[in-house]
């Protein structure tokens, strides 16, 4: 009986002075508000801003460039295919001597 | 029959296009001395607001973008010429890039303005709708082929897409959010005398920018339609073979 009362007497005290024994739990922030980087946050904006940009002009020229060399191939190619054999004879002679 | 290939010469459209990049390039300069040094600094938020000297202008190009993709569609079933599909083609791309631009950068302000990085306000989640649309758009073009039908198909989504532009735009006033209320809008917060000068002038560049841009892409889509005449001459003519050309 002595010893069962002494539990609950130290069991009451546990409770009454959590702080004393530190914290028992972890418990999550929820929804609370974070605190950013004012700083950081616009550096990264800046850069995502130039990146996008910046890899989107570079799509474009490499493709307009690419489509320019194709169309100007092709149309040597036909010059040379819709010439008189006599015209492309020379054309294949003055591309063979430059 | 195939035509005779003449050298390309520069035209009168050919710098004009260049001058354009070239004023651009030089106000853009200007757009980021006068964000980071010659605007001050925002009382509340401190420096972050610096990002709304371009994200604001990034979102009027992406509705700059949305409405050149209507007109190219509109104007395809119309007429169905290649012009009017390469302009719906080329705006839709330009909503991406600057939609994708408008959704990094506000979340980013928003992290130390409201504390989150992403909230389902009615404004942010009607643009990322709006960008999910010509994202769409992008990937229909890329993969499904470029034939009548398929245009037909993608100009519809090009007229759909446009349809949620007055919802994002109004979406702020019709429906309460954390996104503020446009700035120069009548219940708007308004502008300190220098921010409104510089906000200005970014709008001012980002729009000689996006017709910049929609020019170039546009002049890309041209190429690949005289791509597709000359290949089908090469064919005419008995040339298939690539390494032959």
Redesign the interface.
């Known amino acids: 009986m002595t010893s069962m009362s002494t539990s609950i007497s130290s069991s009451a005290t546990f409770e009454a002075e959590p702080a004393e024994r530190g914290p028992t739990e972890f418990q999550s922030v929820g929804n609370?508000?974070?605190?950013?980087n004012?700083?950081t946050?616009?550096v990264?904006?800046?850069a995502?801003?130039w990146v996008?940009?910046m890899v989107?002009l570079l799509m474009?020229w490499q493709?307009?460039r690419a489509?320019?060399a194709?169309?100007d191939?092709?149309?040597?190619?036909?010059?040379r295919?819709?010439a008189p054999p006599a015209a492309a004879d020379d054309t294949r002679k003055d591309a063979s001597a430059s | 029959m195939?035509k005779?290939?003449t050298p390309k010469a520069v035209t009168g459209a050919d710098t004009a296009f260049y001058a354009l990049w070239l004023v651009t390039t030089g106000l853009m300069l200007f757009c980021i001395y006068g964000a980071f040094i010659y605007a001050p600094e925002e009382r509340a938020?401190?420096?972050?607001q610096?990002?709304f000297y371009?994200?604001a202008p990034?979102a009027y190009v992406m509705y700059i973008g949305a409405a050149a993709c209507f007109a190219g569609s509109v104007g395809y079933l119309l007429r169905r010429t290649d012009g009017w599909d390469a302009l719906a083609r080329a705006g839709a791309?330009m909503s991406v890039?600057f939609g994708?631009?408008v959704m990094?950068?506000g979340p980013?302000?928003g992290?130390?303005a409201?504390?989150?990085l992403w909230v389902w306000d009615p404004r942010l989640t009607t643009t990322l709708l709006s960008l999910l649309i010509y994202i769409a758009y992008i990937v229909l073009r890329a993969f499904a082929g470029d034939g009548p039908g398929e245009r037909k198909f993608a100009a519809a989504l090009g007229i759909l897409g446009a349809a949620n532009l007055p919802i994002i735009h109004f979406s702020v006033e019709k429906w309460a959010g954390q996104h503020p209320k446009v700035i120069m809008a009548k219940g708007g917060g308004g502008l300190q005398h220098d921010m409104k000068v510089v906000f200005f002038i970014a709008l001012f560049t980002f729009t000689l920018f996006a017709v910049a841009l929609l020019w170039?892409?546009v002049?890309?889509g041209v190429?690949?339609q005289?791509?597709a005449r000359?290949?089908q001459?090469?064919i005419d003519?008995?040339?298939d073979d690539r390494t032959?050309?």
Request: proline share 1%; hydrophobic share 55%.
């Open positions: 609370a508000p974070a605190n950013y004012g700083f946050l616009m990264t904006a800046y995502l801003i996008i940009l989107w474009m493709k307009s489509l320019a194709r169309v191939e092709l149309d040597l190619a036909i010059d295919a819709a | 195939a005779k290939h938020m401190g420096i972050v610096r990002i371009f994200h990034s791309e890039v994708a631009i990094t950068t980013l302000w992290a130390k409201w504390g989150y170039a892409r002049r890309i190429l690949e005289r791509l000359a290949e001459d090469a003519l008995g040339l032959e050309a």
